[in-house]
């Protein structure tokens, strides 16, 4: 028999009604061992996360702004799933420990984030009758705050082998102060990638409220249909632009175990959803996989005469971002003329300073900003064979009447980069994906 590890997203646990419907998928599966839930996330849209009700008490407690009454919010929404489901949880001496510790002062916003899965998963395990196991004690952060891969592989198939069956809060860890650390947001995909490759699952179930990956964004194209198949370098490429479906950073656990992922639709579990693996689509007959993108990026244009004949100049550009801790995401150039595109929440508040250090080290003739760009990635990996695809694309763009800022290509060939202003971007998007049939 196989093993599934499956992680069950916000919408899908975000009260009694999505809680019975996860307990219908897992007890109709003898295979499905290991279930990571998030915190209950929007009933309805309009509706506020969890998690974002606990960040917002920490804003409270941090201002002496009083909070009881948000908390009180939040305790309802656990009280009233357990009563609906029959189930019995000491959600009072739970909040009693919370309040303690916002009390005196001990409450970091990790902490308190990380309460909206652990007060889920311990109201999951028991309406399953799984054992309720503590992520706290199995993941693991080094001292520069990322995941320790080995530890954490370490410790949680360690513990793991036993349990027959568990429910794992996702989102969050331990770091090396022996503190509650959580992933950046969307993070439980991250927990539910690490316990499929501790318990060396052979398939990881990735459970959310759209039947699979899209090509596009349904909130641009409500018409996107989902892939079948779909590569992890592909996928790594989509969500690292933009595609929320799936954190990027749970990719790796899973890609390096050879782990495939099922993205699957809570609401529809008759879909099949979107398999991703080593393989990807080897049909051959799909020119592109997906479009994706985010809003809100700067582009700092420099040109100077002779650049291109100067040698070292893109490294002291880019060592000048280096000491301000500000992550590169595109670097395009032309011969003397070079810009660097980086996200708006790297430069916040140091863009002027960025700027008089460029002015200073690298003298260039112009040096200009746009702090209005949209990064959009069609992604594929049978774009490499096929010519015209660009044509293609930079056609729909003109046509649509779409001033492109940048053009980049990973040297994989696996993707095509434009730049457009944040005005633009929906409708890019929606060009692109007229532009190629599904
Ligand atoms: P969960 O709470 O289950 O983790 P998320 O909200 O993180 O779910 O991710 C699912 C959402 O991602 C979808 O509802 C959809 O709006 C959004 N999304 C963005 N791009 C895509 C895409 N290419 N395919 C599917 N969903 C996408
Ligand atoms: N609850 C966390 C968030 O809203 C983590 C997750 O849902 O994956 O970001
Ligand atoms: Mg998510």
């Known amino acids: 028999m196989g093993l599934k590890v499956a992680k069950f997203g916000g919408s899908s646990v975000a009260d009694a009604i999505q809680l019975m419907k996860i307990k219908e998928i897992i007890e109709a599966d003898d295979e499905m061992r290991y279930v990571v839930v998030s915190a209950p996330g929007k009933r309805f849209s309009g509706d506020t996360k969890i998690t974002d009700l606990l960040y917002l008490c920490k804003t409270h407690m941090d201002h002496n702004v009083p909070y009881d009454q948000l908390l009180q919010v939040i305790e309802d929404r656990y009280v009233a799933a357990a009563v609906s489901l029959g189930i019995d949880v000491d959600y009072e001496r739970e909040f009693d420990i919370i309040k303690a510790a916002m009390a005196d002062g001990t409450a970091t916003a ?109 909130r641009i194209v409500p018409e996107a249909k989902p892939m079948a198949n779909v590569s992890y370098q592909e996928l790594r490429e989509l969500s690292y632009m933009g595609a929320s479906v799936l954190h990027d950073e749970a990719i790796y656990p899973v890609k390096s175990a050879d782990i495939p992922i099922n993205i699957r639709n809570t609401n529809r579990p008759e879909d099949p959803g979107t398999i991703i693996s080593t393989e990807g689509d080897r049909s051959g007959n799909r020119p592109i996989t997906g479009i994706a993108g985010s809003k809100n990026f700067t582009s700092i244009n420099i040109s100077k005469s002779m650049m291109s004949t100067e040698v070292g100049f893109i490294r002291r550009m880019t060592a000048i971002l280096e000491d301000f801790g500000v992550c590169v995401e595109h670097v395009p150039s032309g011969v003397d003329t070079v810009s660097v595109i980086v996200s708006n929440r790297e430069v916040e508040g140091k863009l002027d300073e960025i700027l008089e250090e460029m002015e200073r080290v690298l003298k260039p003739d112009t040096l200009e900003i746009n702090d209005n760009i949209s990064v959009i990635a069609t992604v594929g990996e049978g774009m490499a064979y096929k010519p015209g695809t660009a044509a293609r694309l930079f056609t729909a763009l003109a046509e649509a009447e779409i001033n492109i800022k940048m053009i980049d290509q990973g040297s994989s060939e696996i993707n095509i980069i434009v730049g457009v202003e944040n005005k633009d971007f929906e409708k890019a998007v929606k060009a692109i994906y007229d532009a190629f049939e599904f």
């Open 110 to 218: 990790d902490y308190l984030a990380s309460r909206g899965e652990y007060l889920n998963a311990i109201l999951v395990a028991k309406l399953l009758g799984y054992d309720f196991v503590d992520a706290f004690s199995m993941i693991r952060f080094n001292k520069k705050g990322k995941l320790d891969d080995a530890e954490t592989d370490r410790l949680m198939s360690q513990e793991l082998a036993k349990h027959e069956n568990a429910v794992i809060p996702g989102f969050y860890g331990q770091d090396i102060d022996g503190r509650v650390k959580t992933f950046s947001r969307g993070g439980s995909d991250i927990t539910g990638a690490v316990v499929a490759r501790a318990v060396k699952a052979d398939m990881y179930e990735n459970w959310t409220d759209v039947s699979g990956f899209l090509v596009a964004d349904p």
